[in-house]
């Protein structure tokens, strides 16, 4: 990755475009709206309230990243995406249960000013959803080339100079990578085709890259994770990140673990459980479904721990993850864990763990994050998959033969370096010899 010459500057509207308007799209937009009103803090958000340390301690240089960096502003936000269900964000947002009603009074005109498009859903992939506000075609190419026009349509509509698009729809049945996702010529006619290896996330992300639009996976699906549309992006000068947002309890294991190994006390288990109300919870209630976000969950701990570097502390771990829908929890998540760790000799001791979290709340300011840096990283002229945003996903892509990095003060520190590179600044590597020198 190379340091621009120049970054195109944050001029005019960036319109976020959002497959899924649920809790997650309708708390993110409703969140914005309030903010741009002066009605709440962007608590949460990296790019709105985090700071950059530049040069060293003793420089007393310290800026918020949103005032380093050529962001867009908040101002500069339009919003539009899909959604099977026809409720406007207002009426969705509402349903979510999410904000409070008083609030939601407040941004009425704003959020009744925007409603779902018909979107690309096949309830093959996801089982415990249907609804009336689908699109209809012969194949999934007819049916990409509808998200074009949508894309078009909108971009025209809002005025909007640059667009990103962020999947925040449901977790669609576990897939892995077959013949069809191996290249762009095999993908394409398995488009023409309806292969059922295809799933929807994969055709918006085939439309955002085939539109120029950077692409972004909040969910755990395969979607723009396989070979032939991580080279599509990279050819048309694309940025894409995923998977799954990091909110809840994967966020809790991402600050625990690192400070476990760092002290190098083992771990004999951990278990996870979840009990959650939203659709969400409704979809993964699915097993097939529930099996995507597994998968995505129980990487990890074993990326972080690297059992066979440590087999003494971490070798044989047994790391069970559970996730059980109970609808009166609505979108409070609660996550327990139970974790079996042993320290000096062997000698065993507990942790417990009972996160009362808010799903949206976590993940909406995530969103915004993405969005900013999205944009950031395409009007740097940056393609292919941005590794540096690892920081907001549960499941970070990352390039072939390489394995990911979870934890999440590594991931904060590539962060911060990959917008000081950007801007010209020092790298900073926290190794202070020159303090006393």
């Known amino acids: 990755?190379?340091?621009?010459?120049?970054?195109?500057?944050?001029?005019?509207?960036?319109?976020?475009?959002?497959p899924g308007m649920g809790a997650v799209a309708t708390t993110f937009i409703a969140g914005v709206e309030a903010v741009r009103k002066g009605g709440g803090l962007p608590i949460g958000s990296v790019t709105q309230m985090g700071t950059i340390r530049l040069g060293k301690r003793t420089e007393g240089r310290s800026p918020h990243i949103k005032d380093f960096i050529p962001l867009a502003s908040l101002n500069q936000l339009v919003f539009a995406g899909w959604d099977i269900f026809t409720d406007n964000v207002h009426d969705?947002?509402?349903?979510?249960?999410?904000?409070?009603?008083?609030?939601?009074?407040?941004?009425?005109?704003?959020?009744?000013?925007?409603?779902?498009?018909?979107?690309?859903?096949?309830?093959?992939?996801?089982?415990?959803?249907?609804?009336?506000?689908?699109?209809k075609g012969a194949n999934w190419r007819e049916l990409a080339d509808q998200l074009g026009d949508d894309i078009a349509s909108f971009k025209h509509r809002g005025g909007c100079d640059r667009l990103v698009m962020i999947w925040c729809g449901s977790t669609e049945i576990h897939m892995v990578p077959s013949e069809v996702h191996q290249t762009l010529e095999r993908f394409e006619r398995g488009l023409a085709e309806r292969d059922p290896a295809i799933s929807p996330s994969m055709v918006y992300a085939y439309a955002a890259i085939k539109a120029g639009i950077p692409?972004?996976?909040?969910?755990?699906n395969l979607s723009a994770d396989i070979p032939a549309l991580m080279d599509f992006a990279h050819d048309r000068g694309v940025p894409l990140v995923g998977k799954d947002f990091k909110t809840g309890q994967t966020l809790m294991k991402t600050i625990l673990a690192?400070?476990?190994?760092?002290?190098?006390?083992?771990?004999?288990?951990?278990?996870?459980?979840?009990?959650?109300?939203?659709?969400?919870?409704?979809v993964l209630d699915d097993p097939e479904s529930f099996k995507t976000k597994e998968e995505s969950k129980l990487s990890v701990l074993e990326h972080i721990l690297?059992?066979?570097?440590?087999?003494?502390?971490?070798?044989?771990?047994y790391h069970k993850v559970r996730i059980n829908y109970y609808p009166p929890r609505g979108d409070n998540k609660e996550g327990w864990d139970n974790i079996d760790i042993f320290g000096w000799l062997g000698y065993p001791m507990q942790i417990k763990i009972d996160f009362l979290c808010r799903d949206s709340i976590l993940a909406a300011p995530?969103?915004?994050?993405?969005?900013l840096f999205l944009d950031l990283a395409a009007r740097s002229g940056w393609r292919g998959i941005q590794e540096w945003m690892s920081f907001f996903?549960?499941?970070?892509?990352?390039?072939?033969?390489?394995?990911?990095?979870?934890?999440?003060?590594?991931?904060?520190?590539?962060?911060?370096?990959?917008?000081?590179?950007?801007?010209?600044?020092?790298?900073?590597?926290?190794?202070?010899?020159?303090?006393?020198?």
């Open 215 to 220: 692409y972004a996976n909040g969910a755990p």
């Open 393 to 437: 996903f549960k499941s970070p892509m990352h390039a072939p033969g390489l394995y990911p990095e979870h934890d999440l003060f590594i991931q904060l520190m590539k962060l911060k370096n990959t917008l000081r590179f950007l801007m010209g600044e020092e790298c900073i590597t926290h190794l202070g010899n020159e303090y006393y020198d």
């Open 1 to 18: 990755m190379d340091r621009p010459k120049m970054i195109a500057p944050a001029e005019g509207k960036l319109g976020v475009l959002l």
């Open 306 to 317: 690297q059992p066979e570097v440590y087999p003494d502390l971490y070798d044989g771990l």
């Open 92 to 135: 969705a947002a509402i349903r979510a249960g999410v904000l409070r009603p008083e609030l939601l009074a407040r941004l009425r005109p704003e959020l009744e000013a925007i409603s779902p498009m018909p979107a690309v859903f096949d309830r093959h992939y996801v089982k415990r959803l249907d609804g009336p506000n689908v699109k």
């Open 366 to 371: 995530l969103v915004l994050d993405i969005a």
């Open 258 to 282: 690192p400070g476990l190994k760092a002290r190098m006390l083992g771990i004999q288990g951990w278990f996870s459980t979840n009990i959650l109300g939203n659709r969400d919870g409704e």
